[in-house]
């Protein structure tokens, strides 16, 4: 036993220390710029109003129906618009919601889950995406929803 606890000392003396370089991990380290999970429920914020007023658009021209508060909103944004028109301040804070803040829902959680370091020893960009599907469906709902008002608009002014 003592000849076994001799050699586990001389092995032990022998290992070699691993070498750690204390500026390579520097450059690996990440800020991530965002919380995932505030900018989802930011993002979530941001895309009831637009989602409401596309489904009251859908239920009440498409459908025909009258749906509870989708239709509320639909009918309340319509008749602020026809009221006050281009000099009521809350009219172009309703348009900015429905227009930005689809946008803004996009960036917010784009910025959450997409990553790029510059590795300048190799003159590399190296991106990196994170897998929060929460996130994702944001992105896209909200990518969509942008693109109905924004196909809108053109045609509507065409």
Not at 46 to 63: E, Q, T
Request: glycine residues 4%.
């Amino acid at each position: 036993m003592n000849i076994e606890k001799d050699n586990l000392e001389e092995m032990m003396e022998n290992l070699e220390l691993p070498d750690v370089e204390v500026a390579q991990h520097q450059k690996e380290f990440r800020l991530t710029l965002l919380n995932t999970k505030k900018s989802a429920i930011t993002g979530a914020i941001l895309l009831v109003l637009p989602l409401l007023f596309l489904s009251g658009v859908i239920l009440k021209h498409y459908l025909h129906l009258d749906f509870g508060i989708f239709t509320a909103v639909y009918n309340w944004i319509g008749r602020m618009d026809r009221q006050y028109g281009d000099s009521s301040i809350l009219n172009w804070v309703i348009r900015t919601l429905l227009t930005l803040g689809p946008l803004t829902a996009i960036g917010l959680n784009l910025l959450s889950v997409i990553h790029f370091r510059i590795e300048k020893a190799q003159k590399e960009i190296v991106f990196s995406i994170k897998l929060k599907w929460l996130n994702w469906l944001i992105i896209f709902l909200c990518a969509a929803i942008f693109v109905v008002f924004f196909l809108y608009l053109i045609v509507e002014n065409a």
